[in-house]
């Protein structure tokens, strides 16, 4: 199993759950986060004042998915997230040595 952590332009969100989802992913984890890479933040005017914004707003998706798939899904990922420019993303792939589904006590891809 490999866990994929992706981090997205927040407008991208919707478009990117509807291409996993019929790539047949089955769930995934949101979160809003903010960070920056290699974009160092930018400069916003509010009221007439300039002011840095250091922090860019993110989504970061996390989904643990089978080995076999994980090419795909970074791939299904990776193109619908693109925009082309600055502060597209980035994509992490890790191994998982464990899953277990609380409720049934499924283990591993059982509990995908």
């Given amino acids: 199993m490999k866990l994929i952590i992706a981090t997205i332009k927040p407008f991208k969100l919707e478009e990117v759950r509807e291409a996993l989802t019929e790539s047949g992913v089955r ?10 890479g290699s974009q160092s933040g930018h400069t916003e005017i509010y ?5 840095a914004v ?3 707003p993110k989504i970061k998706l996390e989904l643990v998915v089978p080995a076999a798939m ?12 693109k925009t082309g420019k600055i502060g597209d ?3 992490f792939v890790l191994d998982v ?3 277990i589904r ?8 059982d509990a995908l």
């Fill in 47 to 51: 009221r007439g004042a300039e002011y």
């Fill in 89 to 91: 993303g980035k994509i």
């Fill in 97 to 99: 040595q464990q899953a």
């Fill in 54 to 56: 250091n922090f860019v």
């Fill in 70 to 81: 994980a090419d795909q899904v970074v791939d299904t990922i990776a193109k619908t997230a």
């Fill in 102 to 109: 609380v409720r049934t006590g499924e283990t591993n891809d």
């Fill in 27 to 36: 769930g995934m984890m949101v979160t809003e986060i903010k960070g920056f």
